[in-house]
């Protein structure tokens, strides 16, 4: 078969590929983006409960992680979440912003997904499903990649976009890792992450009975001194969001926020009664409550069910006012500190995203390319740039799929 000659192919047609894909087709390239998958954009029609965090209003290198997290600031800068939004309103979609900045469609998720597919096909580009990449290869100053459906291409430009492991069900595979790795490139290890957290057989035999039940809380990990090597910032990481209890240990947000800091072997502490001192408040409702049970007295905070766990398990027994300080301070350190060492997580078949990456030493922070192989360039989730929970890894995929868009 003859070889097809093109300026830029993208492998991946997700957030970071179809924005990319945009951005050259714009600037007149000639454009063919790939897909193994039957549709694009899967991971955008189910984020957000299938309406699209789409970003975060709050949205900057803060909330990112790998061994260089300040590498993503200038893409970040120089497209914005606010620039995202306007697209995003240009294409007549609404919107809502929930909790901490989020922004989500008031319909479905399927309109980001039209809004993408449409502005590629404004902008020349050739999209092209149910085809993988077998090979590539340099040929001169660009690429030769053999496709799946036997064809040949010759492009200038290829765009690594095929994101990380999380999700394989969804056919999330270690695919750019490998190419980039083959073509030279260090690729950082990589881990589940924003992934549920899983517990030992005792915590479990105490706990997964609430599977469900969910409240609001505080957890934190305190990092240890070498951590900056493992892309994770010193001291303590906290978020103040919900936690849910489940049948194999906790989920929630501020559990999936924490995953992506902690460690196997290492501690997380949680706060049941985050922004109140346990102990002042239970002593300050003796003088009025001093004659109920403290089961019902701290059903106030909590659910009732959770409550009667922690009662339970601090051994108390009987009413408030019969309780002495000290054995109160017991009771308060479960609610207020409760140190609790996970076993694992659930793994990439859950994890919403992929730790890790092609090393960002590798790449340049403008423009997206590989310093040491000219007209590769590496973007979105495949780069080791992982972002918080709450439209950041969007963002990121949008920003980084744009700057490699204005060159490639």
Known sequence: MATTDIDVLIVGAGAAGMMAAIEAGRRGRRVRIVDHARAPGEKIRISGGGRCN????????????????????????????QDFIRRVDQAGIAWHEKTLGQLFCDDSARQIIRMLTDQMREAGVILSLGVSVDGVTRAGPGFEVALSDGGQLRCASLILATGGKSIPKMGATGWAYETARALGLRVTDTRPALVPLTFEPGFLETWSDLSGVAVEADVSHQAPGDARRTGRPRGTTRFREGL????RGLSGPSILQISSYWREGEAITVDLMPG???LDWLKGLRPTDGRRNVTTVLSRALPQRVAER???????TGK????SDRTLGQLADQLNRWAI??????????????????????????????????????????????GWLGGYNFQWAWSSGWAAGQVA
């Open 276 to 278: 109140t001192a346990a």
């Open 54 to 81: 789409f970003t975060n209003l709050g949205c900057g290198p803060h909330a990112f992680l790998g061994e260089n997290p300040r590498f993503a600031t200038s893409a970040l800068k120089r497209f914005t979440q």
């Open 244 to 247: 849910l209890f489940t049948h």
């Open 320 to 323: 408030l006012a019969d309780l």
């Open 310 to 316: 922690v009662v339970r398990n601090t051994g108390l």
């Open 341 to 386: 060492t996970p076993v694992g997580s659930e793994g990439y078949r859950t994890a919403e995203v992929t730790l890790g990456g092609v090393d960002t030493a590798e790449l340049d922070q403008s423009t997206m390319a590989a310093r040491r192989v000219p007209g590769l360039y590496v973007i979105g989730e495949a780069v080791d740039i992982t």
